[in-house]
Each structure stands twice: as C-alpha cells, then as structure tokens.
C-alpha cells in the first residue's frame, strides 16, 4: 500500500500530501505523535488517548485518507472522529476520478480489515492462539509489524496499536502468524500441531505437578515409619491380613464376653432379686402410710376449726341475752313490740334458751371427742410409718452388703477377662487405625500408577506430534532462503546502528529476535531493546530488496514515531537516520524533535520533510 495524502476535516484541521520518505519535525506537544494515531486511526485501528481537542472538543469531525493498493486500485476512505466503528470508502476510477456515488461502500471495523486483506492479498482467515481458540485475522494486526509507536515496550518489537492491554493481539502464536502472513509463509498444518503439542505439554506439566504432590504424600509414610510398604500389591497383601486377624479378635472378644457373662452367681442374683422386691412392697406401705396421715392431719385441721366456731357461737348468745336487743339472738330476725320484752321471736319463744345452749354445748363435746379420736389415729399411723422406715433401712442394708459380697467375687474372676477384652479392643484400634492409613496410602499409589500410565502414553504422543510438527515445519527452499537473508539483514541493520559487533538472530520458533541466545525480556538495556526493535521493523521492511526471485508481501509502508525519544543517544540515532535515508523501497513516515534538526538534515533531501510544527504552528490547523 502506498498512502498518497492524510486529511482532518473540522473547525481544527490538517492536509499532508505524500512522498516515498515523509519526516516531520517539530517541538513537544505539537501534534506528532497526533499525526501517527490519525494516520493508523483512518487505517482502522481504535485510538483510545486522542489529544482533547479531538475527544473532548471535537474540533475535528473526520479524518480522511487517500491510498493506492497493491493491486494499484485507488480508494479515499473516510471515518468520523473522536471514534466511528464504520467507515466510508470510495473507489476511483481509471482516470482517477472519485467515481459514482452508487459505487461508495460503507464498511463496519471489521469489514475494513477484510477489505484491506483482500485488496493488499493476505487474504484474511482464522488464526489458532490457543487449545479451541482462534481469531480472525485482523489488518491492524498486520500493522503491528509496520510501526514502532511511543506506548509500546521496547522489547514487545510489535507496536500495542492503540491498545496496550490486547490480550489476543499479543498471543505468541498470534505474533508469529502476523510474521508469516508478511513472509507469505503457510504454516496452518504446522500451526494446528503445535497448538497440539502445546496442550500435551501442559498437560504432561500437570501430570508432573500432580506426581510430585502425590510423591511427597508416599514419602510422608516413608518419613515417619521405613517399614510401610511401597508398591502397590504389598499395601493390599498388608490390607487382607490386618482385615483377617481384625475378624478374628473380633470373634475371639465375642468369646471372651459370653464367657464372662456365664461366670455370674445365680444364688446370689436370686437373693438380690428378693430383696429388691421385698424393699418395694415397704416402700409402697411407706407411701400409702404418708397419705392416710396427710387425710387424717386434713381432718384434724377440720375439726379444731369448728370448735373454734362453737366456742364462739355459745360465747356470742349469752351476752347477747343480756342486752336488750331489737333482733332474735336464736334466728336473728327482727323482733316485734310484742315480743321485745320477751326478747326472742315468735318462732324461736316456745324453745328455751338453756336448751338451745345445750344443744351447742353437747355438739361441741362430740366435736372434741372426734378430735382427741383422730389425733389418736394420727399417732398410730406415725409409729407404724417409723417402724417401716427403720425396716426400709434394714432392708438397703442387707440388699447393699449382698451385692457388695457378689460383685466382690464376681471382680475376682471378672478382672483378668477384662484385661483380655481391653487388650482386644486394643488391638483391633491399632489393627483399624494402620489399615485406613494403607488406605490412604492404596488411594495415593493408585493415583501414581494412574500419572506413569498417563505419562508413558503421553510421551509417545508428544514424540509423534514433535515428529509431525519436524516435518510439517520443515521449509521449502524460497522459505529457507527468505528467512537466512532475513537474518542477515537484521545482523546487518543492527550493526550498523548500534555500531557494536553483537550476535543477533531470529528464533526460527517464534520469529521474534534474540540477543546472543537470549530473547529480549532478558536483556537489561533500554538502548539495545530499542536498536534491536528499530533493527527488526526495518530488516522486515527492506527485506524484499534483499531478495532475488522471493517474493514477501510487506505493508508497503513503516512508521516511526520520534524514537530518538526513547532511550537513543545521537551517535545511533544519526546511524539508524542514515539507514533510513538509504532506504529505497516502500513508503516511511518519521517524526522528531526540531532539536534534533540538524540530525535529521544530514540524512534527508529538502523535499523530504512536512512541513515543521511549532507551538504558533501546531498539527491541527485553526484557520
């Protein structure tokens, strides 16, 4: 792809026209880095930190691009800031000419990528990063190996492309995908068996992880007792005899109890049995005794009450007589004129009054002789209630010295069984406790068994698959050859920029570079990353000149977004400028500081540069 101009619409806008080497200079915070987000935003890629004028504002209401394909077909796409997720395409025709408007398509984001893959001729597919996963190739993915941004880790190589958090992006097998789609490489088969072999090398990790856990549960036996077994078949054998000897102090307790059980004296139980049923009877006369004195007491109470009341009653009557009353003293009824001398009434003057005294008087004898009867009662009952406690006593007693004399002789001969049954039960705790432990220790041999079986057919598989993948990657002779003059030229680049005799290569596993034989998360320097990453983009995107007859499918273009920025002294950058200006394939962009002006003249022709930024006069243009 050749990109011919960039243009911003909007109350801020811009228009760059476009050669093969396009360098932008210009002081700090005057829109370069701008410039490389727009240009990879009208490209498909989402922007997430425009400057605030674009998101915030929204002083620019679309960015506009015009480029030439690799099929040299010519397209103007159009896309809305700050974020659209569709984009207007126009086609031109022969002459040139924005053609009708019929022929304008509208694309979504990802019907932009397809139509970039198509027209570029990558041509777009599902590309396997993981055990059942699989992404859609995505052109921005490709642009990845195009660009060397401000937001990316140096030893990433591959720009974030808006992204610094794109967990598919940045999959290894995604990575090396990208790199082979750019080398016109096809490595589906070999890509398919070395997701394979991945997931069987997990899985034979996790085996290995699982067979040192149970190892160290073996060895735990082991540790506190040498003389466990440890294969499988004597833990069982062990197992079978402590189940047979268990059953048989099972049997031999049995025994022992029924032994102990006929070993009782029947005389004696006989002659407790007795007395417990004659210390019964007692104690039911105890209680039926304590009853009749509890009704007898009521009685008493009763009948002491009532001679209380007849005292009262013949004391009442005889004063009453005395006073001259208006009321009957016998019936207490009011009395007439008639009858107020007589002092009784007409119902109660034919009785006499000595007579109804001696009535009461009678009455209260016979209530005293009852009383002096029950109390004589109560009496009684209490001297036979004492006399049957002290027979209840007697009785306990004799009952207590009886069973005393019989658990005495029955402990003589009861206690040596004893000792034998608690030396049983013993045993068979012993005999239980070790039997669940080579239980457990059955339980973790099985599983280890179960992880060599496992693992012994796991690493037949691995060696097939690795057999497979050998001879799925072996590469044909135009892929050997790219790949040999890749290296040289990356060797080369980095060279002659970092101005060192360093060894550096390409993995053939990942294509990604390495340092000696170290892969870039192990070198220390920010300075070498950043060669090494400087190094890598530009071999990629001069290879094709260093080829013969190959042919290699490169962007067509690469982007540097001031890199002297990032951790490079003036002697390698002046050295990478150079490499760049003799640079005579393709299309780059490079942006930098006007600090560095003198640098960057040294390498470049007049007609190289954009037009110089400054804070009067900034990318965005407000006129």
Not at 46 to 73: A, L, P, R
Not at 80 to 106: C, F, G, S, T, W
Not at 541 to 556: H, P, V, Y
Not at 576 to 581: A, T, V
Request: hydrophobic share 35%.
């Amino acid at each position: 792809m050749k990109i011919n101009s960039l243009v911003v619409n909007g109350k801020l806008h811009m228009k760059y026209d476009f050669t093969d080497k396009n360098v932008l200079l210009g002081s700090n915070y005057t829109g370069k880095s701008t410039f490389v987000k727009l240009l990879m935003y009208s490209l498909g890629v989402d922007i997430q930190d425009f400057i605030d004028e674009i998101i915030k504002e929204k002083y620019c209401e679309s960015v506009v691009i015009n480029f030439t394909t690799k099929q040299n077909k010519r397209f103007q796409s159009i896309r809305k800031l700050p974020y659209a997720d569709i984009v207007m395409v126009i086609p031109y025709d022969d002459q040139n000419e924005v053609m009708r408007e019929e022929e304008i398509q509208v694309f979504n984001l990802n019907e932009y990528s397809d139509f970039f893959l198509n027209e570029e001729q990558y041509h777009g597919g599902m590309i396997s990063y993981g055990k059942d996963s699989k992404a859609s190739l995505r052109y921005k993915f490709l642009l990845r190996t195009a660009v060397v941004d401000q937001s990316t880790e140096h030893r990433k190589i591959l720009a974030n492309m808006g992204a610094s958090n794109d967990y598919i992006a940045n999959q290894t097998l995604i990575n090396k995908a990208i790199i082979e789609k750019i080398l016109s490489q096809n490595n589906e088969e070999a890509q398919s068996l070395r997701l394979e072999l991945n997931a069987k090398q997990k899985e034979r990790t996790e085996l290995n992880n699982r067979e040192k856990f149970f190892k160290e549960l073996v060895n735990e036996f082991k540790q506190s007792d040498d003389k466990w077994p440890t294969k499988l078949e004597k833990v069982k054998e062990e197992m079978d005899k402590l189940d047979e000897e268990r059953d048989n102090l099972s049997s031999e307790k049995y025994k022992v109890l029924l032994r102990l059980e006929q070993q009782g004296d029947k005389t004696f139980e006989k002659i407790i049995i007795e007395n417990r049923k004659e210390l019964n009877k007692l104690k039911e006369q105890q209680a039926k005794y304590k009853l009749e004195i509890v009704d007898v007491e009521g009685i008493l109470s009763k009948l002491k009450n009532e001679l209380v009341y007849i005292k009262y009653n013949i004391a009442a009557k005889k004063v009453i007589q005395n006073i001259p009353v208006t009321i009957c003293p016998v019936c207490f009824s009011e009395l007439g004129e008639e009858n107020i001398q007589e002092g009784l009434c007409h119902n109660c003057k034919e009785h006499n009054t000595e007579q109804i005294l001696q009535s009461l008087a009678m009455y209260k004898k016979m209530i005293e002789e009852s009383i002096v009867e029950t109390e004589s009662l109560k009496r009684e009952n209490d001297i036979k209630l004492k006399k049957l406690k002290q027979q209840i006593n007697e009785k306990e007693k004799k009952l207590k010295d009886t069973e005393i004399k019989y658990y005495e002789k029955l402990s003589d001969s009861k206690q040596p069984m004893e000792v034998l049954i608690r030396e049983i039960k013993e045993r068979i705790e012993l005999i239980t406790g070790r039997y669940y432990k080579l239980a457990d220790l059955k339980k973790n041999l099985i599983e280890l068994n179960k992880i060599y079986s496992k693992k012994e057919s796991l690493v037949k598989e691995i060696d097939e698959l690795r057999e497979s993948l050998d001879e799925a990657s072996k590469k044909n002779e135009n892929d050997l050859i790219v790949l040999t003059k890749w290296k040289t030229c990356f060797q080369k680049l980095y060279t002659e920029i970092s101005g060192t005799e360093d060894i550096v290569t390409i993995s053939d596993e990942d294509y990604m570079p390495l340092i000696g034989e170290n892969p870039m998360s192990k070198v220390s320097s920010e300075s070498m990353k950043l060669v090494v990453q400087l190094s890598y983009i530009l071999s990629l995107f001069q290879l094709q000149k260093n080829l013969d007859k190959e042919k290699i499918n490169n962007i067509g273009f690469v982007v540097f977004d001031s890199p002297k920025d990032k951790d490079l002294d003036k002697d390698k950058y002046e050295r990478f400028l150079k490499c760049l200006s003799k640079s005579d394939v393709g299309q780059i962009f490079l942006t930098g500081s006007d600090k560095d002006e003198e640098s960057y003249l040294k390498a470049f022709d007049d007609n190289d540069f954009l037009s110089k930024l400054s804070d009067d006069d900034k990318l965005l243009k407000n006129d």
